[in-house]
T-cell receptor
Framework: AQRVTQPEKLLSVFKGAPVELKCNYS??????LFWYVQYSRQRLQLLLR??SRESIKGFTADLNKGETSFHLKKPFAQEEDSAMYYCALPNFGNEKLTFGTGTRLTIIP | GAGVSQSPRYKVAKRGQDVALRCDPISGHVSLFWYQQALGQGPEFLTYFQNEAQLDKSGLPSDRFFAERPEGSVSTLKIQRTQQEDSAVYLC?????????????FGEGSRLTVL
């Protein structure tokens, strides 16, 4: 069965420091992954997806098949990055998204 | 429109009561999803509709859970004889496009507390 693991429930980083949110997955095929974000008092929304190879709000995520990881990175944290972050993996052959348990990122001013 | 709309935002039910949660998706979105999010957990898939057809209900935890989307727009998630373990935030999302290229647009959720 496929699985998404986010090992850190909480992560605090100083403003201006690099950020790395970890995501590991278990999947037998060739995965396509997503990062979703929930800012305070806002709804869950898409941040970025692997298939688009994009950088959003300074965040990037690289798929590492050898390490089965899709870590989210940003070189210089900003206060507005404080939020809950979820890594998600689509199921092959159906419409489900499997979400990780999330990491709450707090940027310290 | 304003995005995916869910009601009620908060619902308190006594154990054994039936509840109904409503989702109004973004106009024109064919795909509609229900997710359950327990405290401290990520969203977990419940069921999926394409227009009015319920194509996947494999995530519904028991036969007390029932979802419908009769006209391919508004959807209702019904929980019969609620139990304490049903306490969670129920998220509705709609999407245009496919699973890899499309984007899920979530509602604010309905927080259910069963006493």
């Amino acid at each position: 069965a496929q699985r998404v693991t986010q090992p850190e429930k909480l992560l605090s980083v100083f403003k201006g420091a690099p950020v790395e949110l970890k995501c590991n997955y278990s999947y037998s095929g060739s995965p396509e992954l997503f990062w979703y974000v929930q800012y305070s008092r806002q709804r869950l929304q898409l941040l970025l997806r692997h298939i688009s190879r994009e950088s959003i709000k300074g965040f990037t995520a690289d798929l590492n098949k050898g390490e089965t990881s899709f870590h989210l990175k940003k070189p210089f944290a900003q206060e507005e990055d404080s939020a809950m972050y979820y890594c998600a993996l689509p199921n092959f052959g159906n419409e489900k998204l499997t979400f990780g348990t999330g990491t709450r990122l707090t940027i310290i001013p | 429109g304003a995005g995916v709309s869910q009601s009620p935002r908060y619902k308190v039910a006594k154990r054994g009561q039936d509840v109904a949660l409503r989702c109004d998706p973004i106009s024109g979105h064919v795909s509609l999803f229900w997710y359950q999010q327990a405290l401290g957990q990520g969203p977990e898939f419940l069921t999926y509709f394409q227009n009015e057809a319920q194509l996947d209900k494999s995530g519904l935890p028991s036969d007390r859970f029932f979802a419908e989307r009769p006209e391919g727009s508004v959807s209702t998630l019904k929980i019969q004889r609620t139990q304490q373990e049903d306490s969670a935030v129920y998220l509705c999302a709609s999407r245009t496009g496919g699973p890899l290229t499309g984007e899920l647009f979530f509602g604010e959720g309905s927080r259910l507390t069963v006493l």
